[in-house]
T-cell receptor, first 112, second 116 residues
Framework: QKEVEQNSGPLSVPEGAIASLNCTYSDRGSQSFFWYRQYSGKSPELIMSIYSNGDKEDGRFTAQLNKASQYVSLLIRDSQPSDSATYLCAVNPWDSSYKLIFGSGTRLLVRP | KAGVTQTPRYLIKTRGQQVTLSCSPISGHRSVSWYQQTPGQGLQFLFEYFSETQRNKGNFPGRFSGRQFSNSRSEMNVSTLELGDSALYLC???????????????FGAGSRLTVL
């Protein structure tokens, strides 16, 4: 079982729709969770971080964390073609806050 | 504020050679991490340095090594290159945030290594 799992996609949504990206993790002791966006040929950039159960909103982005279910998600409202990218879920394992375990990423395609 | 700077951006080597990659972190950041990104394996943690000390190491062979200097700049070295070492090598610097003290990584543009 992979430590951080994501559906590779592609997830295709029409412009203006809500895109829902999901991630599960195996380390129950994980404390910190991150969503990075990576455009083709570019390096990952941080979109959201979340540390407590519940929702965290930042503009069009909402991160949701459920530690009991070991599940973290990212919602993108009013999706734009410029949101088309690979979204990487990352987790700090319990035994180290100094490294991230990344999922393989979900490719999002927003259709104009 | 300047970001994370990696050099060189692109390089081509042949099997058996060695390579050194350089990373300058964001000013004030003392933690530097290295990751390897390949289509098959995704992003994998190599190692992390803080104040010239390696605090974490990933599951990579001893051919992969790194170091950090007193100015927080870091280098990683891969010796006896293999075809499978072809990858994008990403450096990230971090500083603890107010939220739970977690380290948030900021990545550089990466060094793309091709081994022939």
């Amino acid at each position: 079982q992979k430590e951080v799992e994501q559906n590779s996609g592609p997830l295709s949504v029409p412009e203006g729709a809500i895109a829902s990206l999901n991630c599960t993790y195996s380390d129950r002791g994980s404390q910190s969770f991150f969503w990075y966006r990576q455009y083709s040929g570019k390096s990952p950039e941080l979109i959201m971080s979340i540390y407590s159960n519940g929702d965290k909103e930042d503009g069009r982005f909402t991160a949701q964390l459920n530690k009991a279910s070991q599940y973290v998600s990212l919602l993108i409202r009013d999706s734009q073609p410029s949101d088309s990218a690979t979204y990487l879920c990352a987790v700090n394992p319990w035994d180290s806050s100094y490294k991230l375990i990344f999922g393989s990423g979900t490719r999002l395609l927003v259709r104009p | 504020k300047a970001g994370v700077t990696q050099t060189p951006r692109y390089l081509i080597k042949t099997r058996g050679q060695q390579v050194t990659l350089s990373c300058s972190p964001i000013s004030g950041h003392r933690s530097v991490s290295w990751y390897q990104q390949t289509p098959g394996q995704g992003l994998q943690f190599l190692f992390e340095y803080f104040s010239e000390t390696q605090r974490n190491k990933g599951n990579f062979p001893g051919r992969f090594s790194g170091r950090q200097f007193s100015n927080s700049r870091s280098e990683m070295n891969v010796s006896t290159l293999e075809l499978g070492d072809s990858a994008l090598y990403l450096c990230a610097s971090s500083s603890p945030t107010g939220d739970s003290g977690a380290n948030v990584l900021t990545f550089g543009a990466g060094s793309r290594l091709t081994v022939l």
